[in-house]
């Protein structure tokens, strides 16, 4: 019925398809049937579209329908074909169930037969063990079954066991045998008076739910009896009806089940007769069977799509006794998932079952359902194709109109080509020019007449770039490229653009650099390179050339160029081009062993000028000094700005030392000559550091870190100095960097430690504070003298955050000596120039005391003199932020100073400290008197300003009398101690804070 249904209804759709073939075609109009012009008329033919393709001519001839009646025909005909491949998929569906429940079923039978052989294959080898050997023990039993995997018994499988063969008057000798062989209370059940007796003695695997089993009379079961004798009559494996297999205690419900028997013959008795058998027989060996466990591993294997039941009998009578069920209930009948069954017969061991496979909802859910996707596909399809045919008849209708405004497109696109900022030349296959808009005119400096039809296109390129380009075009696209002509098309010609830099070559022989793409033109046959005819062998109907002019761009490159090189506020060359012209300075001058200087030079106290008078200053003091820079310099040497105030100049071909020396002594004398600059004389003195070739170095960057180290010594030695790179300046940089290395490492590992230093109230003896001091023990180097590694640190940017620990630390610990003792100390912290002048060292200051919880007065904040002699805004800015949180404010090393004191009066400070250079020469006698006037003279200056004076330096007792006769409000010193650790310091505080001279 569905194959007749689906040939009527496949003819229907024949005929009716050939009529809609038709009217689409009919109603096609190509898009490229507009004409499209690329080049003004005036500098040649006009380029056109192919016309439509041959094969569309005569469709488009035939008459057209109306959109409406094309899209009903395109629907008709959907229809019918989408009818016709629901019914035969539907057709084909149902064919690939059954075959798949078919397979199915199959394998399912074939697993239970495969447990079932399994369970057979077992038996006869316990069979042929027990045969051998009638005497064979339970160990001797148990090993064998262990050999055999037995407590890995397949699915399905209950037991194996052996029943030994008895009569009456043996059942008792039989039941002690197996008492003594370690079952003492074995017995036999049920009792009852038979002439034989088949007891199990032996059941692996041996465990809880089959131990059960030993002592139960298998022939005291009809079922069982029928089944183990037949077997013995046909020395053959005999199975059982269903039966109930004896459960372990612990169970409740009966476990249905059938049991496999295989006689076991004493060996070497004769088999041949039935009573033959009968009288040899020893027992039979036994595979409990558990059949819902059976069926369910075969069920398993088909991932919930089947259920299986078994059926005792043949399939004809399969109905009458149901003996298991696996994989759940069958599902009802639905119109989305129908009922199927399927039966298959399986004989085993005398019995013969029905397996009965029926089908899951999980089996019509394993894909999509074929026959509702045919439908909505086939939906769908028509449709859009009814849809597309009513937009192509339309369109048809619309492509006139289109025609008839192609033209005037084309002539405003030709009028945009002569206006728009590019050159574009149309040439034909051989070369010739067709065609030039004006804008090309003019940059080429031709008019269209001198060019069109004259001067093939090659000519308006360099034959060298012409011969370049050919090359690599070459390596490019794998085969030869000549030079020439052939270079321009060899991409365009395969129908590949081609953009490329050129110079076109003017009127006149000049050149102009262009941007250049090159790309083909359709020719005869429609697309560019893929249609051969009138347009020749390459396909192409020309080729157009359009040009970018480059000059202004690389103008600008030019000038980016010049900025990434060049520093903007001196316009010197900078650090990145002067290593790249020295790196190639030094392989020319080397090539003739000649000698090249490296000076580095760095302007002293630069930052002073900045902090002091802004950085607007600043930056015309970098300009100024770097005229005088060019000025003091050969026209071949390199002057350049390397960062911030430090200048490089590159020597070439210099005689010898002596004339790099003089080079630097006059850019010294230069660069020093007093310069005017907003009302204000400033004077800058530079230091030089000197390297070179190749006695410093063979490479840039050698003779950069040369001249580095020889800058460092030059700056160590004072203001305007020029220092020559030696060895020792290397190994001492060396040393640096590995004491700068070892800082970094010590601020991260915590390596720093705090000594204390008492001060001493002269009056009475008593400690009135400590100072802290900074010590530091490295395991490469042991104990580090601040002197060895603060100068580094200043230098490096290190003594900043060493300053700030310093500080946290000393307020931590002080408040610990405070919370032990109860004793109030000052303690006085050294703070570096450079960590004043940060903005926010008020800030630090505060945040360390609230962190602590050390009061403010508890606190003294000691600076050099030299720091307040130079009195930038930012450090006085600081001093008035300390003091207004109430910390003290001392000046260090008192007296060294050259300037005059006024800042004592102008700076709000609470302390002075005199420098121990002059404590030092109080010893007695009178060649220290002018020390001993000046050390009175401070004190007495202090006092008049307020001030509490602390002498520095006190080891001798003298000395100590003297500051005290002078009236010096304390001391500190070797006299009254070192510095100590904290513990040491609380300890002394806690036995008392009078000290004695040691």
Known sequence: MVRVAGAGLAAVAKCISRGIVQAVIGAWTPAASVPVTALAPRSGAPIQAAPPPRRLATAMKLPSLPPAVLALLVVAAGACVTAVAAVQTAAWSERAAAQRLDAMLTASVMAVRQRLDTGERLLRGASGLLGADPDTTRDQWRAYMLATQVDDLPAGIHS??????????????LIDTVRADGLPAFDVFPRGEREVYAPGIYVEPFAGRTIGALGFDHLSDPARRAAAEAARDAMQARMTSRVTLLREAHRSVALQGTVLYLPVYRN???????????????????????????????????????????????????????????????????HSHPLRQLDRELSFGGQTWTVRASTLPAFEDGGPAPVPLVIAAGTLGTVLLGALVWHLAARRRNAERARQSADVVAQRHAR??????????????????????????????????????RIPYSALHEPGELAARARALSAELGQPVAPGFEALIAKPRLGLVDEHTWHYVRKGGSTLPVQLTLLPLP??????????????????????????????????????????????????????????????????????????????????????????????????????????????VRRADLAARMDGDEFA???????????????????????????????????????????????????VADLLQAADAALHAAKQGGRGQVRRFSPDMKEASLARFTIEGLLRRALVEQEFTLRYQPLVDTASQRIVGVEALLSWHTPERGAMQPGQFIPIAEQCGLIVPISEWVLATACREIQTLRMRTGIDLEVAVNISPPHLQQADFPELVDRCLRESGLPARNLAIEVTEGILIEGTPQTIEAFRGIRALGVGLSIDDFGTGYSGLSYLTRLPINKLKIDRSFVANLAGGDSNDEDRAVVAAIIALGHQLRLQVVAEGVETADQFHFLREQ??????????GAGVPLAELIERCEQGVTLQPV
């Not at 194996?160 to 000798?173: F, I, K, M, P, Q």
């Not at 067709?434 to 031709?446: A, F, H, V």
């Not at 893929?530 to 202004?552: F, K, M, N, V």
């Not at 009236?967 to 009254?976: K, Y």
């Open 268 to 334: 070497g008795m004769p088999l041949n007769a039935v009573d033959e058998r009968r009288h040899a027989v020893l027992g039979y060996v036994y595979a409990a069977y558990r059949l819902g466990d059976l069926l369910a591993d075969a069920a398993a294997i088909h991932g919930g799509k089947l259920s299986l039941s078994l059926y005792q009998g043949r399939p004809s009578a399969a109905s009458t006794v149901l003996l298991a069920r696996a994989g759940g209930e069958a599902a009802p009948r639905t």
């Open 160 to 173: 194996v066991g052996y029943a030994r063969l008895t009569d009456a008057s043996g059942l008792e000798a």
């Open 416 to 453: 945009l080509l002569d206006h728009a900022p590019i050159c574009v030349i149309g040439f034909d296959r051989h070369g010739t020019i067709t065609s030039i808009n004006r804008p090309g005119e003019q940059m080429l400096w031709y008019q269209a007449h001198e060019l069109v039809g």
């Open 967 to 976: 009236g010096c409000d304390a001391v500190q010193g070797f006299l009254f």
């Open 523 to 632: 020719g005869a046959g429609g697309d560019a390179g893929r249609h051969q005819g009138d347009a020749g062998e390459d396909g192409a109907g020309g080729y157009l050339a359009i040009a970018h002019d480059l000059t202004e761009r690389r103008r600008a490159d030019a000038y980016i160029d010049h900025l990434a090189h060049h520093d903007t506020l001196t316009g010197l060359p900078n650090r990145d081009y002067l290593s790249g012209r020295a790196d190639a300075l030094l392989q020319a001058i080397g090539a003739r062993d000649g000698r090249v200087a490296l000076l580095l030079i760095d302007l002293d106290q630069f930052k002073r000028i900045n902090d002091s008078l802004g950085h607007h200053v600043g930056d015309d003091v970098l300009r100024t000094m770097a005229d005088r820079l060019r000025a003091a």
């Open 649 to 699: 100049v590159v020597l070439s071909d210099i005689a010898d030392e002596s004339e790099a020396e003089l080079a630097a002594a006059k850019i010294v004398a230069r660069l020093s000559e007093e310069l005017r600059l907003g009302g204000v004389r400033l004077r800058v003195v530079p230091s030089i550091g000197m390297a070179l070739f190749p006695a410093d170095g063979n490479t």
